[in-house]
């Protein structure tokens, strides 16, 4: 079962789009892992986006993930990292397709309500980089069977 990295950055948070986030992928079938509603660091922002040090958006994006608070979440399912990123739509808001959470509330690549994990082994790490291993927890919901095929 992959499992992928959500936040709902500090614009959602802001914008009271918490529920709307979380409400889309538990809609969708996915299985919440593990959730916390935190202040995020300077030094946990620039691991998270160590990839894109260098770049001219990155000063920006430190900030922007730093400004408040975000809710972090896990969530699990087969094919977690691609249904979440598809759900979130494109990283500029202009393209994502329509119904996606970027398109619905989004309109700048630098405001756009969300991270997701990328790959299932990104996927891993930023699991691990936010969360400790007591705070996942692994259950079963009644309907998993109606959702999940095995
Ligand atoms: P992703 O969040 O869709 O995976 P990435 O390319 O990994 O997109 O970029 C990380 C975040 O950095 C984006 O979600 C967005 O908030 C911000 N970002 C990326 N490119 C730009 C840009 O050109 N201008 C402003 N912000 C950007
Ligand atoms: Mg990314």
Do not use: C
Not at 70 to 90: C, I, K, Y
């Amino acid at each position: 079962m992959e499992r992928t990295l959500v936040l709902v950055k500090p614009d959602g948070v802001q914008r009271g789009l918490i529920g709307e986030v979380t409400s889309r992928l538990e809609r969708r079938g996915l299985r919440l892992v593990a959730a916390k509603f935190m202040a995020v660091s300077r030094e946990l922002a620039e691991t998270h986006y160590a990839i894109h040090k260098g770049k001219a958006f990155y000063d920006g994006l430190i900030l922007y993930i730093t400004s408040a608070p975000v809710m972090a979440m896990v969530w699990e399912g087969p094919n977690a990292v691609a249904a979440v990123r598809q759900t979130m739509g494109s990283t500029r808001p202009t393209e994502a397709a329509p119904g996606s959470l970027r398109h619905d509330f989004a309109l700048e690549m630098g405001r756009n309500l969300t991270h997701a994990s990328d790959s299932v082994e990104n996927g891993d790490q930023e699991v691990a980089l936010w969360f400790k291993a007591g705070e996942l927890i692994s259950w079963e919901r009644s309907n998993d069977k109606w959702i999940f095929e095995k």
